[in-house]
């Protein structure tokens, strides 16, 4: 019996389904903590089904190709292991008080509603469906973000709210005229929507409509990306939701929202009248990566200061799509990986500093490695990890980005090496204090898990010496087909 | 096996004791036990080098691991290049570790320092090994943020934070630099492997661009003037055998990254390559001299001595490159022998220096020089070796500093060889600034020695301070016996360079250990030569000839009385010159007329009781003018975006709106 | 045979050199006392001052450590290896291809390296004073003389001695500017080296205008007569360098005859009286400056030594 | 029918939505504002359903009935409520003069134009033209929300954006259902989430005047 994609992918997205719904009904904080881990933990196995599973097939609504599946399987381990470092952090919030039981019900529901939201944006071969998808996900987290209705959070949430339903609006005209370019060509109704059909007639396509609609797609979805200057909500919603959120945010919402800018790239790049989608992403990359990068240094508040290295990151990975090319392709996508990985590293580590300490404030946490060793030294190593230096996975992805960047537009390397620089003197110039000197605040022991920001670390240090040749091969893949 | 795999068994090995150390950091006996283990592996890597130095190793000397960038892997690789400087890496690690045996039981908190410091020597050896672009700026950085631990070891003290934070920043620049020149020579397709670099063609301008980055990369990790200016902040701060690493040692593997990319990767570089590192070259000699000069700290005056020893390795090294450039095959044979034999007579004297101002440290915890003095007395066997550390680098007659510079001097001497114009007159200016540099520094290492160890002591420190252990000892013991064989018999280390020189530089010297008296002889056309060892046992025959004729025929009569001063009864110990005191007429004569330097007195009118006090604030001016309109600028724009921060929601749209409309309008126009 | 010969020419030397410096300085004084119209003191008189403190007992400061006993004896020492190698009546000395000029240089460098040490070992004022102000003086000279030695390795294709030597010799040369500048260069580094007036006063302890005396001021007995000793063979050195390079004519080649030799030794006595005139007239005829002016004089011959390579090259590529 | 006539009827609606459009831009009084959005809802509803007509779509019915009802009725209501109860200031705040702001929206609606006309004439004429409208509308809804300070003006000129969405959705002949799903889940949590977000706002502030919610701007200085 041949296993089908089909399986694993519905698998996918019922999973998180049954468990929103078993979630919403579920009393009991450590029953329905459990219970999202084992969902999450679930759709993960399920999702590393969707390797063995045979590609050819592409359905009108769901497909699973090369470039998708990896995204599936990260985002499934990741929201995995936020949901272990959510069970060990939740519990501390009801501790003090800042979540109620009820609420905490409705974040567990909501958290698996997202992961399904994202699943469903990344197994849609219908380009409505990965709207929906999107939107689905970005809804939850705005929901999230506002749940500890403090003043600050409702305003994050409100900011976020404008902002992504902007995104959203604009991302929705831009589906519509890539339909509208589609209808002449396959004809009215579902297939003008399918991105299979899409790629396969892109070239016959009324290049000006398709320009428009890039446009369209690339600010609204690059809201969701956080790419300057549509960023403006991603900060202060990573800093002031629950840090689960945070890393969910910044390691895999973002990723989803650059994946559909992709899918559009794709199509764009088939057409030969079309505007080129490179300068593009490569202008927004660059101002979003040098934006951010000097943005890190006036920060205060340790989540936020993360928040815009994601935005720095996010800048790379997009000027590394525009750039296209086997080896920044493959920069670009290893870079994703990795700063998923690393981000979300980061941001467990960062939630546990925050409830050790009582503070968010950078100037208020001092001396870490002193105080607590584990978490201080794995903020260290998260830090340098995400600054790019070796011997973690984001070098090898700005290795790779940048040295062919150099051999091809030289002058276009300038930028980029200048952003990374900035960025990487920001964030020691924080980690200075954060994790070294006279300590102060809390030094009480910690109980809290640790495990899944090792386990992120780990796979970012391996990545960063060796990637197997089955990663490789098929990220070779995934480098042509996007160009 | 070969050769190669054994060495990165040993590379491995230290990044196994790095992570035994993580786990066992608070053990009683790490502390013995990583160092221990580090000195094994040192002691075998060194054997192991100087079995590829000198040809004893067989054939097979690449190894490729399926690491690193996937379509490449990772290539491991030795030739006599890398052989050479894994000797003088391992060499000096085995010293560190030795030394660490004993220095780091005084360390407060061992686990910052005892895993990072096996990791820092792996490192070191990786770049040396490493074949390929990818391995290669991996294990580069990955020395550096090892060293970056290590600066920042002692973190309570916030100037070593700052140093950190300065260091990490410089070597990141250096490894963006290095990262785009292997960009160009790997070209767009991403042929990172050297052995394909080394049969890609590149346009001279691609070589002169990647020559310039590399004197960027490597330069700012050696502290090539003017990218120097964290390694005074950084060097200090480690912990002393480290900062002899990092000094004297870390330095070097910079170095070697230089001649690795310029002379064997770049291809055919035009001759004012040569002119532009000859320039850098001097001035960083100079420089770093004057610098050091007019230092108190002990420890920051070694290292800003490290940016003048570089510099005299980059005039070599600009030598040979001019000379290659327009083919005098021997002359830059000969002055690139000069440059490999400083690189490694510096690693020797400058770890055994630091090692001295490590141990000055432990006995007296100081290292500011005017709170010091009168060490000999208390600490004996540490002064004697440092006196000999001090010779060595001051360039005197029979230890090894001389040698190299000697070489140097006589790569000079080939200049008229040159067709070049430009070249003609900066080869003998970068001659007399080296000779300008070689007698500061004679100056400076005075002052250094006389200060810290001689007089009488400053404080109740320095009169209490005790000699320190025999491992500390006998490292120092060991290195100052290497400094006096290199010095007197440099002719088997010119041998032993020589392959390097003839697949860099297209030549080789004549073969030095077999001539007469094992004398050097550069080159036989201009009849100069040199000979340590007759120098060495013509001194010691004459003094003891002199020291015996005295006691034979002269009074025996000895007697202790108070110093005579000019009649000037015992006064205090602060009477003495102090080390600033000691630099004032030479920075009258060089550094008067500098912004930088400022001094201020304040003197009470007559009458008043009140102390005068002198201060004197001697700034980097390099500082000002290079690094603080990048920290300015960046402050600038920091301030200045960080007002998006701060916008109203509606704002915010509007960057929305703006944006969206702007894209349509280059749409509308565009397409 | 041959050996012997040359190992007994070599051995003359040494004793040559150590014999004949205190006669040199104790020549300059005497005439300078003539010129100052005094009677002076007789012309043998430092040896009679080195024989009497060689008899002296030594007073050593309390706190003063083996550096301040072993120096003079390496000072002497050094300095004599260096002295040894200079060719005064002959060249092609047997052992004169151990070390060339940049090694003679080193070799005083490092007898200056310890006497400073030494200055500082007692840990008193004077001492300090006259340390720093040789390593300033030093730091300007030592440039100096290495481009007075480049612009005649240039010449001479070499830097050793006897090479120079035999070049300057031969007719091809000629008068050239650079080696004229080169010359006052030397002069100018020698008088500074040796702290001959205007650098230093010799003959004064006046704390303020001291430099070589400040810093052997502790020293006393046989230690003090080593000093001297090396004080006056660096003078004999000087002047034999100049008079090698400069009237390189009169020396005797390797292997000559008993007769070359002997001329050789009587034109190097000639040299000897002749440069020991010009200096003592020299240092009559002008006054000592102030140590902050030093600089500009030193570094004159800095500028010279620059200038005459720089010409050289000139000269040779045009 | 002609296609004359379905194309005029069809430009006629869609060049109405942009002249409500531009009345709004130019109100001053959130009431007014309120009745010219409700006005736009219907022209919108009028506009679907002339394509469900044309299209032969039924289903594209139910968009209209959902603008009819929700945009025109339900929304412009609950607004005047909210304004009454929170006693919120009837003046529009606006940040650029009402001549500028009509300048801007024209030069949107030309921007439209000229990048939907490079579309080729051979493409369904129909589709064009509205598509340049809807381009239009939503340009407009964005002028609006940046141009004004008060937090429902910002929400009607999110609405008049939707309304936009919603004319170049159901003007794409065929398109899928998703069309519809999409339009009422938007319209869904644009009520929901403000909604829950009035209600938590007014639980904390005395108003919803954005300016107020922009008192904190992320990070305190």
């Known amino acids: ?483 | 096996m070969s050769v190669v795999a054994f060495l990165m068994l040993c590379a491995a090995a230290l990044l196994g004791v790095a992570l035994l150390a993580m786990a066992a950091s608070h053990a009683r006996a790490a502390t013995a036990l990583v160092y221990g283990a580090s000195l094994a592996i040192c002691i075998v890597g060194t054997a192991l080098s100087i079995a590829a130095l000198t040809g004893r190793a067989g054939a097979a000397t690449r190894l490729i691991l399926p690491l690193g960038v996937p379509w490449i892997g990772a290539h491991f690789a030795i030739d006599s290049l890398s052989a050479f400087f894994l000797a003088v890496v391992n060499i000096g690690g085995a010293a560190a570790s030795l030394y660490g045996l004993g220095y780091g039981t005084h360390e407060d908190e061992p686990h910052r320092v005892l895993p990072f410091f096996p990791a820092f020597l792996a490192g070191m050896n990786l770049v040396v090994l490493a074949d390929d672009a990818f391995s290669y700026l991996l294990s580069w950085e990955f020395m550096s943020l090892a060293s970056w631990a290590l600066v920042i070891a002692h973190h309570r003290d916030a100037e070593n934070r700052r140093a950190g934070f300065v260091y990490l920043i410089m070597a990141s620049v250096g490894t963006l630099a290095l990262l785009l020149a292997f960009g160009l020579l790997a070209g767009p397709d991403g042929h990172y492997d050297f052995e394909a670099i080394r049969l890609g063609a590149r346009a001279p301008l691609t070589s002169a661009l990647v020559l310039v980055l590399v004197l960027i990369g490597a330069g700012s990790k050696a502290g090539l003037v003017p990218l120097h200016a964290w390694l005074p902040l950084a060097h200090p701060a480690a912990p002393s055998h480290v900062s002899a690493l990092m000094s004297g040692v870390m330095t070097k593997v910079a170095i070697y990254a230089f001649i690795r990319i310029v002379f064997d990767l770049a291809g055919a570089l035009p001759w004012w390559s040569g002119a532009l590192l000859l320039a850098v070259g001097s001035l960083s000699a100079v420089l770093g001299v004057l610098q050091a000069l007019m230092q108190d700290d002990t420890k920051r005056l070694l290292a800003c001595s490290t940016i003048e020893n570089i510099g005299i390795i980059f005039i070599g090294l600009g030598l040979a490159l001019a000379f290659r450039a327009d083919g005098v095959a021997a002359a830059a044979a000969l002055a690139m022998t000069a440059a490999l034999l400083h690189v490694l007579n510096h690693s020797f004297f400058k770890s055994l220096l630091f090692f001295g101002a490590g141990a000055v440290l432990t006995a007296t915890g100081d290292r500011n020089m005017d709170r010091l003095g009168g060490l000999i007395h208390r600490m004996p066997v540490t002064s004697f070796l440092f006196l000999a550390g001090c010779m060595a680098i001051s360039a005197l007659p029979p230890l090894n500093g001389f040698v190299s510079e000697w070489l140097t001097f006589q790569a000079v001497l080939q200049s008229p060889d040159l067709p070049q114009w430009a070249l003609k007159v900066m080869v003998p200016a970068a001659g007399g600034l080296l000779a300008l540099a070689a007698a500061l520094a004679g100056a400076a290492f005075v002052k250094t020695f006389g200060i810290t160890f001689l007089g009488r002591p400053r404080s109740t420190e320095a009169a209490n301070a005790k000699e320190v252990d025999r491992f500390s000892l006998s490292a120092m013991t060991l290195l100052a016996l290497l400094c006096l064989i290199a010095g007197i018999v440099p002719g088997f280390i010119m041998d032993a360079v020589a392959p390097i020189t003839r697949n860099l530089a297209g030549a080789a010297l004549p073969l030095q250990s077999k001539l007469p008296w094992l004398t050097i002889v550069p080159s036989f056309e201009s009849g100069s030569s040199y000979n340590g060892l007759l120098i060495f046992l013509f001194i010691a025959f004459s003094s003891l000839l002199a020291v015996w004729a005295i006691h034979r025929f002269a009074s025996h009569a000895i007697r202790r009385a108070p110093a005579w001063d000019c009649g000037f009864p015992d006064p205090s110990p602060a009477t003495q010159y102090s080390g600033s005191g000691f630099a004032q007429p030479i920075r009258r004569v060089f550094l008067t007329r500098t912004p930088a330097t400022r001094e201020q007195l304040s003197m009470p009118a007559p009458g008043d009781m009140r102390a005068a006090r002198f201060t004197l604030t001697i700034a980097d001016p390099l500082w000002d003018w290079l690094y603080q309109p990048f920290v300015s600028a960046v402050e600038i724009a920091a301030l200045q975006l960080n007002k998006l921060q701060f916008l109203t929601i509606r704002r915010y749209l509007s960057l929305v709106f703006l944006s969206l409309v702007s894209l349509l309008l280059v749409l509308a126009i565009w397409s | 045979m041959e050996l012997i010969s040359a190992l007994l020419v070599q051995l003359m030397q040494m004793m040559l050199v150590l014999w004949a410096a205190p006669l040199l300085t104790g020549f300059v004084r005497k005439v300078k006392a003539r010129l100052q119209r005094r009677q002076g003191p007789p012309i043998l008189q430092p040896y009679r001052d080195i024989l009497r403190l060689l008899k002296k007992e030594v007073v050593v400061a309390n706190n003063a450590s083996w550096i301040f006993r072993v120096a003079p004896y390496l000072i002497f020492a050094a300095t004599w290896v260096a002295a040894a190698l200079v060719p005064t009546f002959a060249k092609g000395l047997l052992f004169s291809w151990s070390a060339d000029l940049i090694a003679i240089i080193a070799l005083l460098a490092s007898a200056r390296f310890f006497l400073a040490l030494a200055g500082m070992d007692i840990g008193t004022a004077f001492g300090g004073i006259g340390s720093s102000r040789e390593m300033m003086i030093a730091s300007l000279a030592e440039p100096a003389m290495l481009l007075v030695v480049f612009t005649m390795a240039l010449v001479a294709r070499s830097t050793q001695l006897s090479a120079v030597a035999d070049l300057l010799a031969s007719s091809g040369v000629g008068l050239r500017v650079s080696l004229g500048l080169a010359m006052v260069g030397l002069i100018i580094v020698a008088i500074a080296e040796n702290g001959r007036i205007p650098v230093d006063n010799p003959a004064t302890h006046l704390e303020l205008t001291m430099v070589h005396e400040a810093m052997v001021l502790e020293y006393s007995g046989r230690h003090l007569a080593m000093i001297e000793l090396a004080a006056a063979v660096k003078l004999l050195l000087y002047v034999s360098l100049i008079g090698c390079i400069f009237v390189p004519w009169t020396l005797a080649a390797p292997g000559g005859s008993t007769a070359s030799h002997l001329a050789g030794f009587g034109a190097y006595i000639a040299k000897l009286a002749l440069f020991g005139f010009l200096l003592a007239v020299f240092e009559t005829a002008i006054a000592k400056m102030r140590v902050f002016r030093l600089p500009d004089f030193v570094g004159g011959a800095l500028m010279l030594g620059l200038l005459g390579t720089l010409l050289l090259f000139a000269s040779r590529s045009l | 029918m002609t296609h004359g006539l379905t194309f005029d009827v069809a430009h006629l609606l869609a060049g109405g939505l942009v002249l409500v459009s531009f009345l709004m831009i130019t109100q001053h009084r959130l009431y007014a504002l309120l009745n010219a959005f409700a006005l736009q809802a219907v022209l919108l509803a009028l506009s679907v359903a002339w394509q469900a007509n044309l299209q032969h779509a039924p289903h594209l019915y139910v968009t209209a009935l959902i603008a009819l009802l929700f945009k025109a009725v339900i929304v412009p209501v609950g607004l005047h409520r909210i304004i009454q109860r929170l006693g919120i200031h009837r003046e529009i705040e606006t940040v650029i003069g009402s001549g500028t702001t009509m300048l801007a929206g024209m030069g949107l609606v030309a921007l439209s134009m000229t990048v939907m006309l490079k579309v080729t004439p051979t493409a369904d004429p129909l589709a064009r033209e509205d598509l340049a409208f809807a381009l239009s509308v939503v340009l407009l809804g964005l002028l609006m929300m940046v141009s004004r300070r008060n937090a429902v003006s910002q929400v009607v000129g999110f609405m008049s954006l939707e309304n936009g969405l919603v004319l170049a959705g159901t003007g794409a002949r065929g398109m899928p259902l998703v069309v519809e799903i999409s339009v009422a889940f938007s319209i869904l949590i644009a009520f929901f989430v403000i909604g829950v977000f009035l209600f938590r706002i007014r639980e904390r502030f005395d108003t919803v005047d954005v300016q107020a919610l922009d008192r904190f701007r992320g990070e305190r200085r």
């Open chain 1, 1 to 483: 019996m041949s296993f089908s994609a089909s399986d694993g992918v519905v698998l996918v997205l019922v999973i998180p389904v049954v468990a929103a719904a078993a979630l919403a009904l579920l009393p009991g904080y450590r029953a329905s903590a459990r219970l999202n881990m084992l969902a999450s933990g679930l759709t993960f196995v399920a999702s590393l089904s969707l390797f063995f599973a045979d590609h050819s097939e592409a359905g009108r609504y769901l497909f699973v190709d090369d470039l998708n599946v990896a995204f599936i399987v990260l985002n499934t381990f990741v929201g995995f292991t936020t949901s272990v470092f959510s069970a060990s952090y939740i519990a501390h919030e009801l501790e003090t008080g800042r979540l109620t039981p009820t609420y905490l019900r409705f974040y567990h529901a909501m958290y698996q509603v997202m992961m399904g939201g994202m699943n469903l944006a990344l197994t849609a071969n219908n380009i409505g469906l990965m709207w929906v998808g999107i939107e689905l996900a970005t809804l939850t987290t705005i929901l999230m973000v506002g749940i500890y209705r403090t003043h600050e959070a409702l305003e994050a949430a409100w900011k976020y709210f404008i902002l992504g339903s902007v995104g959203i609006g604009l991302a929705l005209f831009g589906t519509i005229l890539v339909y509208m370019a589609a209808v002449p060509i396959v004809g009215e109704g579902v297939n003008g929507m399918v991105w299979t059909v899409l790629v396969a007639q892109a070239k016959h396509f009324d290049p000006a409509m398709i320009n428009v609609a890039f446009i369209f797609l690339l600010l609204g979805y690059g809201t969701k990306v956080g790419l300057a200057p549509l960023h403006a909500w991603l900060p202060d919603a990573h800093a002031e939701g629950p840090t689960p959120i945070s890393a969910v945010l910044s390691g895999l919402l973002l990723n989803v929202a650059l994946y559909a800018v992709l899918r559009f790239k794709i199509v764009l790049a088939a057409n030969p009248g079309a505007v080129a989608p490179g300068p593009l992403m490569v202008t927004l990359g660059l101002v979003s990566l040098v934006f951010a990068a000097f943005m890190l240094y006036r920060r205060r508040d340790i989540k936020r200061l993360f928040a815009y290295s994601s935005i720095e990151h996010m800048g790379i990975i997009t000027f590394a799509f525009g750039m296209g090319g086997p080896v920044a392709n493959f920069g670009g996508l290893l870079h994703m990986a990795m700063h998923s990985l690393t981000k979300s590293g980061i941001f467990f580590a960062v939630g546990h500093v925050a409830q050790i300490k009582g503070t968010q404030r950078v100037a208020e946490i001092r001396g870490l490695t002193v105080t607590h060793p584990w978490l201080g030294w794995s903020l260290v190593i998260g830090v340098v990890a995400i600054a790019g230096l070796p011997p973690f996975g984001v070098f090898m992805s700005e290795f790779l980005v940048v040295s062919s960047t150099f051999a091809r537009e030289p002058l276009l390397a300038v930028p980029l090496v200048l952003g990374i620089l900035v960025a990487l003197g920001a964030l020691f110039y924080h980690l200075g204090g954060l994790a070294f000197g006279e300590p102060t605040g809390n030094d009480a022991p910690s109980d809290a898990s640790y495990t899944p920001m090792i386990v992120h670390f780990g796979l970012v240090l391996v990545a960063g010496i060796f990637l197997p040749s089955v990663l490789v091969a098929w990220f070779h893949h995934v480098a042509q087909i996007l160009g």
